[in-house]
């Protein structure tokens, strides 16, 4: 079982920078994908980053030139660095992993979330 966990929600005035991380556990032989979504009330949640395998990476329009998504590979992390927010980047944050287990099977794994809050 691989378990996810993130940190670095709260609250920023707009023009402001957070940087959200995201620390996988579990017996985890490769990662296929690692990626942050977010979700705000009454919406879908949304894909924000993403890293498919090892260096192709992907951002939704709406955070392209002030997010960026990064990785560590040795502590088994991605983080999100977020800059410029704006009051509509204020949403549920979560990380998301998938890959195989030292087991060979294959996980789909999903953090509790963390908030963001953009305001002044």
């Known amino acids: 079982q691989v378990q996810l966990v993130e940190s670095g929600g709260g609250l920023v005035q707009p023009g402001g920078s957070l940087r959200l991380s995201c620390a996988a556990s579990?017996?985890?032989?490769?990662?296929?994908?690692m990626a942050w979504y977010r979700q705000c009330p009454g919406k879908q949640r949304e894909l924000v980053a993403a890293f498919r395998g090892s260096s192709n990476i992907n951002y939704a329009d709406s955070v392209k030139g002030r997010f960026t998504i990064s990785r560590d590979n040795a502590k088994n992390t991605v983080y999100l660095q977020m800059n410029s927010l704006r009051p509509e980047d204020t949403a549920a944050y979560y990380c998301n992993a998938r890959g195989m287990t030292q087991s060979f099977r294959d996980f789909n794994s999903w953090g509790q979330g963390t908030q963001v809050t953009v305001s002044s």
């Open positions: 579990g017996s985890i032989l490769s990662f296929a994908y």
